[in-house]
């Protein structure tokens, strides 16, 4: 059975920080291309970060500059750190994994962002 957890989301004041976690199981996730998403209350869901299995990265222009995703091969997880961050940055973000024939999406782990 395939499962994508997303942990790490929370309440944050503007400029701070926030660790995301995706830890996978029932995919193979060495050739799997990672990525997160979000998606904020009233709007489309939009891609906020990818990984491919070579380890190339792809950021939103949004987020480009403040936000790294990674990878650890041993703990099939994928991470998303979000820096210096913004109201508009407040949304349900969602793991996801592509390129294994069909698309899998965790439940999602809800980020604040407010003062």
């Known amino acids: 059975q395939v499962q994508l957890v997303e942990s790490g989301g929370g309440s944050v004041q503007p400029g701070g920080s926030l660790r995301l976690s995706c830890a996978t199981s029932?995919?193979?996730?060495?050739?799997?291309?990672m990525g997160w998403y979000r998606q904020a209350p009233g709007k489309e869901r939009e891609l906020v970060a990818t990984?491919?299995?070579?380890?190339?990265?792809n950021y939103a222009d949004s987020v480009k500059g403040r936000s790294t995703i990674s990878r650890d091969f041993a703990k099939n997880t994928v991470y998303l750190e979000m820096n210096v961050l913004k109201p508009e940055d407040t949304a349900v973000y969602y793991c996801?994994?592509?390129?294994?024939?069909?698309?899998?999406w965790g439940k999602g782990t809800l980020v604040t962002v407010s003062s």
């Open positions: 990984i491919n299995r070579g380890g190339t990265t």
């Open positions: 996801h994994a592509g390129g294994l024939g069909r698309d899998y």
């Open positions: 029932g995919i193979i996730f060495s050739i799997a291309d």
